[in-house]
């Protein structure tokens, strides 16, 4: 009889969010995977839990998932945890559930606390149809393009961001989905200092930007699909015209200029016309 691995959500805040389930599970299991040994422990001597843990982390993970699986072959059950919240939402558990995929070994999910859902269930933004698209790029280009390819999505879209970030990172969702689309700013979520602020995109910029507190902790953003009804691309030659004089950018705003549409649709447009 091979073993069973069970994918344990945990609090991403309060600690009373932790289930019965999920105590009684990592209790009985042989041993927790935790990401980070060190934040895990503080949890588990909460709920004065001694099960033996060991690191599973990005870093490590090629290695582990090997002493895991062979772990899990031979009968012993395993409990995979992240720092916080449920386990593979942007935290690399991928590898070992994959693996016990493939060599058959039973996988239970333990479930709990999600930030995503968490974010959406308040948003007040559609939820029938989202996409979670996890953390940008760092850098400015790389966030910008990686928004370009959301700004037609119809369905809501929900992002996760480093609390360095944000400001930066809503100036450029500006830019890109415009002021007026509407975000929800949700901030440590279950936890002390929660923030649930559902704003237009430039006036969100603004409340972030005047209060320091908000560029701090965990960070889920909400943003509402594209409503605007989509332009046929109905002026490529035209477009193309243009660009044959002009830098993409400056041809791209001029042709959105004169037909009243986004900049970011139209320099998109052109980008696909040249590939």
Not at 73 to 92: F, R, V
Request: one cysteine or more; charged letters at 25%.
């Amino acid at each position: 009889m091979t073993g069973i691995l069970y994918v344990v959500a945990t609090p991403i805040g309060n600690l009373n969010d932790m289930t019965k389930r999920a105590i009684d599970t990592l209790e009985s299991v042989d041993v927790i995977a935790c990401e980070d040994t060190r934040t895990s422990s503080k949890l588990l001597s909460f709920f004065n839990i001694t099960t033996p843990t060991t690191a599973y982390h990005e870093h490590n993970a090629d290695i582990q998932t090997a002493r895991l699986t062979e772990r899990l072959q031979n009968g012993q059950s395993i409990a995979l945890i992240s720092d916080a919240g449920t386990p593979l939402i942007s935290d690399p558990g991928f590898r070992l559930v994959k693996a016990c995929h493939d060599v058959g070994v039973s996988i239970v999910p333990i479930v709990g606390a999600c930030a995503v859902i968490g974010a959406l269930s308040v948003a007040g933004l559609p939820s029938d149809k989202f996409s979670f698209v996890g953390f940008l790029p760092t850098k400015q280009h790389g966030r910008k393009e990686a928004l370009r390819l959301y700004d037609s999505h119809t369905e809501t879209l929900i992002f996760y961001e480093a609390p360095h970030r944000i400001v930066e990172c809503l100036s450029d969702m500006v830019d890109v989905f415009g002021g007026e689309r509407e975000v929800t700013l949700c901030r440590e979520i279950s936890k002390t200092f929660e923030t649930i602020k559902k704003l237009p995109l430039a006036d969100l910029l603004a409340f972030v930007k005047n209060d320091a507190n908000q560029q701090r902790g965990e960070i889920v953003l909400v943003v509402a699909g594209n409503t605007q009804p989509v332009q046929k691309a109905d002026y490529d030659d035209w477009l193309l015209a243009i660009a044959k004089e002009l830098p993409p950018k400056k041809a791209s705003a001029i042709v959105a200029d004169v037909l009243g549409i986004k900049k970011s649709v139209v320099y998109d447009r052109l980008l696909e016309l040249q590939q």
